[in-house]
Nanobody
Framework: QVQFVESGGDLVQPGGSLRLSCAAS????????GGWYRQAPGKQRELLAV???????DYGDFVKGRFTISRDNDQNTMYLQMNSLKPEDTAVYYC????????????????WGQGTQVTVSA
């Protein structure tokens, strides 16, 4: 089973940018589709973006044009570049296996990492 460790979260002002990183253990991740998720206080965890084994990408409408998912299979790493951040983007961000293509309300089973906190505030 692939394990994930997220990093890169921070406090950022509205309109700012952050780049999150996701380190996957082992070499099996290169054979799986990946996804970035987030969970805001009091809300369900939601899928933001997905990337296929071959590097094709798909997004939820609420982040399309602002967030970019990418992966480096040689490094077993996945990234999420976030631009034009808004206060409503404040959440704990997680990476994991994902569906292909993007599916709204997708529920991913299995274990989760600790996540990384992103806070967007002036």
């Amino acid at each position: 089973q692939v394990q994930f460790v997220e990093s890169g979260g921070d406090l950022v002002q509205p309109g700012g940018s952050l780049r999150l990183s996701c380190a996957a253990s082992g070499s099996l991740f290169r054979f799986r589709n990946g996804g970035w998720y987030r969970q805001a206080p009091g809300k369900q965890r939601e899928l933001l973006a997905v990337i296929s084994i071959g590097g094709n990408t798909d997004y939820g409408d609420f982040v399309k044009g602002r967030f970019t998912i990418s992966r480096d299979n040689d490094q077993n790493t996945m990234y999420l570049q976030m631009n034009s951040l808004k206060p409503e983007d404040t959440a704990v961000y997680y990476c994991n296996i994902g569906p292909w293509p993007y599916v709204r309300d997708w529920v991913q089973s299995g274990s989760w990492g600790q996540g990384t906190q992103v806070t967007v505030s002036a």
